[in-house]
């Protein structure tokens, strides 16, 4: 293993601790998952107890830190290294003997504990800008509740429409995509007109997965099946009921069969708020779950979309949660982002210390 370090001997770690049967450890171990090490199962426990035979505590012998060790367990070099070892075709194991095979280079002590503290510091930077953005999520939550949902304390004095009150008074206001072989898989192309699907809803916000497109030939055969901006589509089949809006700036695009698409009338109600009424309101996920009961595989047709019955607070207040709305939107992205660089800064690091 190559090191910057200087001229060092590569050391097998030998003296580590290792038991078969159940293993006892303390906070001086380190925790280690044989079972699937691609997936990185690795620990250091505050306390003492005892663990299955799939878990192997590894007790640092004199001249390796801890925290040090922790880190060289998680490293792409290790988990390369018992991935490719592994046996077991269902329930992939590295043995303890393997395991203690691989030579790692051991600088000093010193400098040992430098780079885990500088690994320990990205990785709290990587998890804090995580849990950041769960409170953002929470906190989106709570602003459908207190600013126009159930816990608003006029909420029972809003008037209850239905879906097809606030859509738009124009034919095909409320629709689905087109059905059998109208549209086949095989007409998918890899240029043309984009065409949406689940995976653009399923996170209760409009984002970009899979592209899909069909020719213009196609698209003027399905023109009617068109969406625009300011359009809530919603999942009414496999995974029902999540609900997002289609942004302004999207490309000519039609629906698939798997979504509901609504025109809403915006004189009376905003599209996000709908939207987030759809997926957040408990009321009205239960009545989704009463027209999805019966059938072998969820799903939800245009007349159970059309009947759904929702409280309209006044158009001002919807406005106002919907900059709110935006507002939160705009600050989850940059955290999504800075998450993003805090992954890639945590890979950059661990590689540079130890490549292989």
Same mark, same amino acid.
């Given at each position: 293993m190559d090191s910057d370090f200087g001229e060092l001997t590569p050391t097998v770690v030998s003296s580590g601790e290792l038991r078969s049967a159940k293993f006892a450890f303390s906070r001086r171990h380190v925790l280690y998952g044989k079972?699937?090490? *691609?997936?990185?199962?690795?620990?250091? =426990?505050?306390?003492? @107890?005892?663990?299955?035979?799939?878990?192997? =505590?590894?007790l640092p012998g004199p001249g390796i830190d801890r925290d040090f060790l922790f880190h060289v367990l998680r490293s792409p070099v290790v988990t390369g290294f018992a991935t490719t070892r592994s046996v077991g075709a269902n329930l992939p194991r590295i043995s303890p003997t393997t395991l203690l095979t691989l030579p790692i280079v051991l600088p000093p002590l010193t400098e040992?504990?430098?780079?885990?503290?500088?690994? !320990?510091?990205? !990785?709290?930077?990587?998890?804090?800008?995580?849990?950041?953005?769960?409170?953002?999520?929470?906190?989106?939550? +709570?602003? *459908?509740?207190?600013?126009?949902? =159930?816990?608003?304390?006029?909420?029972?004095?809003?008037?209850? *429409?239905?879906?097809?009150?606030?859509?738009?008074?124009?034919?095909?206001?409320?629709?689905?995509?087109?059905?059998?072989?109208?549209?086949?898989h095989s007409e998918f192309v890899d240029q043309g007109v984009a065409v949406l699907g689940i995976d653009n809803a399923v996170q209760n916000r409009f984002a970009w997965f899979e592209r899909r497109f069909v020719s213009a030939e196609k698209f003027e055969q399905l023109r009617r099946y068109i969406v625009k901006p300011?359009?809530?589509? /919603?999942?009414?089949?496999?995974?029902? @009921?999540? +609900?997002?809006? &289609?942004?302004?700036?999207?490309?000519?695009?039609? +629906?698939?069969?798997?979504?509901?698409?609504?025109?809403? !009338?915006?004189?009376?109600?905003? =599209?996000?708020?709908?939207?987030?009424? /759809?997926?957040?309101?408990?009321? &009205?996920?239960?009545?989704?779950? +009463?027209?999805?009961?019966?059938? /072998?595989?969820?799903?939800?047709?245009?007349?159970?979309?059309?009947?759904?019955? &929702?409280?309209?607070?006044p158009l001002e207040v919807q406005e106002r949660f919907a900059f709110t709305v935006q507002t939160i939107y705009r600050a989850m992205d940059r955290m999504n982002d800075a998450s993003l660089e805090s992954d890639r800064l945590m890979s950059a690091v661990t590689h540079l210390v130890f490549r292989a």
């Open positions: 079972l699937r090490p *691609y997936l990185h199962k690795v620990a250091r =426990p505050e306390f003492e @107890g005892v663990c299955s035979t799939d878990i192997l =505590p590894i040992q504990r430098r780079i885990a503290a500088m690994l !320990d510091l990205t !990785d709290r930077i990587r998890r804090g800008r995580r849990e950041c953005a769960r409170l953002m999520a929470k906190l989106l939550a +709570s602003s *459908y509740d207190i600013l126009v949902g =159930p816990k608003n304390g006029n909420y029972l004095t809003w008037p209850e *429409y239905s879906i097809a009150d606030l859509a738009e008074r124009t034919q095909g206001s409320i629709r689905t995509g087109p059905f059998g072989s109208s549209l086949r300011g359009d809530v589509i /919603i999942t009414i089949m496999g995974t029902t @009921g999540r +609900s997002a809006v &289609v942004p302004e700036d999207i490309p000519c695009a039609i +629906s698939t069969k798997h979504l509901a698409v609504i025109t809403p !009338d915006r004189s009376r109600v905003i =599209p996000l708020f709908l939207s987030h009424t /759809i997926h957040s309101n408990a009321g &009205v996920s239960g009545q989704l779950s +009463s027209a999805n009961r019966g059938a /072998i595989m969820a799903g939800l047709n245009v007349g159970a979309i059309r009947r759904l019955r &929702v409280r309209l607070p």
